[in-house]
């Protein structure tokens, strides 16, 4: 039956309620013994396992009581309006507003009246743009039209990746949201399995994929051209995703015991997973495969960040299309951190296939992609706690956007346990193993299937 009754909503309510309770003292547990371990200056950290599980059951819990707590009719009605804390969030970021306020004293806070003339935005519209954030407990009003940062606005104060990456999903991102709809329910476009038919072609009226797109300059109102803002920007959000995401993929996964070994990071983009792993481990050396523009880029990254790297010949760059064979052989990692999670199937075979001849007995491909699970649950994954779904629900709620946003951009798709291992089978690889990850991306180790 669709609605529960009210002893069932009941027991459903009080099982969320205990199970919270026993979640928040987890949590309060793990800041008390200081087990989360900041590794970068990022403010990004590795958190104990108990403070893992003790968030996500957490953040769980909170779908539970907007199921049941809330009133159904407002709840949908409130998710229908959520883009415009996006759109907010973009705005802020693109004004530099935790900057601003950084400067000032966070306990009287900065006037509207000063954030409008920093800005210039209309001092009405943008406190009602942070209001809007305050009410998700982005940013703080210290007092009437006073404000300043909290800790999750704080994480922005000077870090132009991360502003990049809340960028992205503003600028051509956001943009092909809006085609979403009308191409899943077009009887042709909703059976395309390629990056050329999506949302995104017919948000931006192009017919190109969105790599082609992001390299074709753009033409003005003059006739004149300029590169595309939004190439520059993204490759800076991968940096800043990826470092939010990054830490437990270092630790999770035993860099160190590969000893003096040769990664290849294959669409590497500017390299800041191989960058954060030169830093932590200085026995492996890398070489960053991706398109011309991008690895422009990716050696301006590198000269200022870990120029020692490039003198010594660490860090190679090499423009490669990962849909012709590797031609780098029996190197011991072939690694894709957020590649196969563009592609459909077939591109993901084909790229796979690709890499195949250049294996060794002992290489490896270790694929940095979220593992899914479902809410209803899978063998590969441990499921929640009842009464959360198995996926623990609401605290998998960015998994599953990320999923709608790979579809809505290339068609492509984060995939569950059996679906990589389908991809191997087709590639005549096997999955070694899924690296259990204190965080939201895994690592799938895929090695030959007959070595
Ligand atoms: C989502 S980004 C991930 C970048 C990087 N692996 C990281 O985690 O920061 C995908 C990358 O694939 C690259 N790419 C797309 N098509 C490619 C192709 N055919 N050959 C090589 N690289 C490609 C893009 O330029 C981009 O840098």
């Keep these: 039956m669709a ?21 928040t003292e987890q949590v309060i547990k793990a800041w008390e013994d200081d087990e989360s371990k900041p590794i970068d200056g990022s403010g990004s950290a590795v958190p104990s396992k108990a403070l893992y599980d003790g968030r996500r059951t957490v953040l769980g819990t909170i ?27 973009q705005i802020a970021a693109e004004a530099r507003i935790p900057d601003i306020l950084a400067e000032g004293d966070p306990k009287t806070g900065v006037p509207i009246e000063e954030l409008s003339k920093r800005t210039g935005i209309k001092d009405h519209k943008l406190c009602r743009v942070l209001r809007a954030l305050c009410s998700v407990h982005i940013f703080r009003e210290v007092s009437n039209n006073h404000f300043a940062n909290n800790t999750v606005s704080q994480v922005l104060v000077g870090n132009d990746p991360l502003r990049a990456f809340v960028l992205a999903l503003g600028y051509d991102i956001y943009t092909a949201s809006t085609a979403f709809p009308q191409v899943l329910f077009d009887p042709v476009k909703t059976q395309a399995e390629t990056d050329s038919v999506t949302a995104f072609q017919d948000a931006h009226n192009t ?23 939004e190439l520059a920007n993204f490759t800076m959000a991968m940096l800043g995703g990826g470092r939010v995401m990054g830490p437990p993929l270092y630790t999770d996964f ?4 590969l000893g003096q070994s040769t990664v290849v990071d294959v669409g590497g983009g500017i390299g800041g997973m191989s960058l954060d792993l030169a830093k932590r481990y200085p026995n492996l050396s890398f070489i960053i495969q991706d398109r011309e523009p991008v690895l422009k880029q990716a050696h301006a990254v590198w000269s200022k960040e870990l120029p020692s790297a490039i003198q010594t010949e660490r860090v190679k760059f090499m423009v490669h299309n990962f849909f ?11 690694h894709m951190r957020y ?35 479902t809410t209803c649950g899978t063998d590969a994954i441990a499921s929640a706690p009842a ?10 709620r960015f998994q599953n956007l ?35 990850v204190r965080g939201m991306v895994s690592i799938t180790e895929m090695r030959l299937a007959d070595p």
């Design 3 to 23: 609605t529960l009754t009210v002893t069932e909503k009941t027991e459903k309510l009080r099982a969320a309620v205990k199970l919270l309770n026993e979640a």
């Design 63 to 89: 779908g539970i009581f907007l199921e049941l707590v809330q009133e159904p009719q407002a709840r949908l009605m409130e998710v229908t309006h959520e883009f415009y804390e996006a759109r907010a969030l």
């Design 207 to 229: 017919t190109l994929t969105r790599w082609d797109w992001m390299e074709q300059p753009e033409v003005l109102p003059d006739g004149t051209t300029r590169p595309r803002k």
């Design 254 to 257: 035993p860099w160190a015991d």
């Design 324 to 334: 012709n064979e590797e031609p780098v052989k029996n190197a011991d990692v072939y």
């Design 339 to 373: 590649i196969l999670h563009d592609w459909s199937d077939d591109d993901c075979v084909a790229i796979l296939s690709a890499i195949r001849p250049a294996l060794g007995p002992n290489s490896r491909i270790l694929i940095s992609d979220q593992v899914m699970n």
């Design 387 to 396: 009464p959360l779904p198995a996926n623990y629900g609401y605290g998998h």
């Design 402 to 436: 990320r999923d709608l946003n790979m579809m809505c951009l290339f068609n492509g798709r984060e995939r569950t346990a059996d679906e990589f291992a389908g991809l191997a089978a087709r590639s005549g690889l096997k999955v070694a193993k899924i690296w259990e």
